[in-house]
Each structure stands twice: as structure tokens, then as C-alpha cells.
């Protein structure tokens, strides 16, 4: 059975810091994304990580204070986000696709505001 849960979002005043967790069980060992949803705008993707962690690539407005990273050996991955600003505010997302199924997280609630 494939589960999909995020964990780590939260309140926090602009230039700070918060620390998102995926775990992925059910799934063999694959690439993982990190979407985010902001209240009346599409979902967007964030960042991604290869199977092997050695690919990574991010959203433009969140280069150099985004790093994603994973677990070597199981479908975890975390997402360290510094400075953040108003405008990360949104439900982010864990998401995988696997044998053409799209497999999405509850979403966990980030809000950046003083």
C-alpha cells in the first residue's frame, strides 16, 4: 500500500527557517518532487531529486535558499528552506510518479508572514 506523507510546515516570520519532510512508502526507490500551491495560483513545482540523489534541480525563486536532499535507501526526502518570504507561503506537496500514477501527499501548510 503506498502512503505519501508530509510533515515540518508552519508559522514562521520572514528570513526564517523550516525543514519539510516527504516519506514515501510502497513505492520502489524513485525520483521525488516538492510542489507548493499558493491560495489562488496553480500548483508549481519547487524542486525535484533523482532516484540517486546526484540530480537536483529548483524553481528560479527559490535557487540558493532551497536544498532539497533524500535518503540514499528509501523514498525520503526533505526540503530545507532559509530566508523565506511572504511569497513562499502556500501547501506544499510531496509527489512521485510511478508507473504513470501520480502519487500526492496531503500537503503540508507553510505561511511566511511578521
Known amino acids: 500500500q503506498v502512503q505519501v506523507v508530509e510533515s515540518g510546515g508552519g508559522l514562521v516570520e520572514p528570513g526564517g527557517s523550516l525543514r519539510l519532510t516527504c516519506v514515501a512508502s510502497?513505492?520502489?526507490?524513485?525520483?521525488m518532487n516538492w510542489y507548493r500551491q499558493a491560495p489562488g495560483k496553480e500548483r508549481e513545482l519547487v524542486a525535484f531529486i533523482s532516484s540517486a540523489g546526484s540530480n537536483t534541480n529548483y524553481l528560479d525563486s527559490v535557487k540558493g535558499r532551497f536544498t532539497i536532499s533524500r535518503e540514499h535507501t528509501r523514498n525520503t526526502m526533505y526540503l530545507q528552506m532559509n530566508n523565506l518570504k511572504p511569497e513562499d507561503t502556500g501547501v506544499y506537496y510531496c509527489?512521485?510518479?510511478?508507473?504513470?500514477?501520480?502519487?500526492w501527499g496531503q500537503g503540508t501548510q507553510v505561511t511566511v508572514s511578521s
Open positions: 510502497g513505492l520502489t526507490l524513485t525520483r
Open positions: 509527489h512521485i510518479l510511478q508507473r504513470d500514477i501520480d502519487y
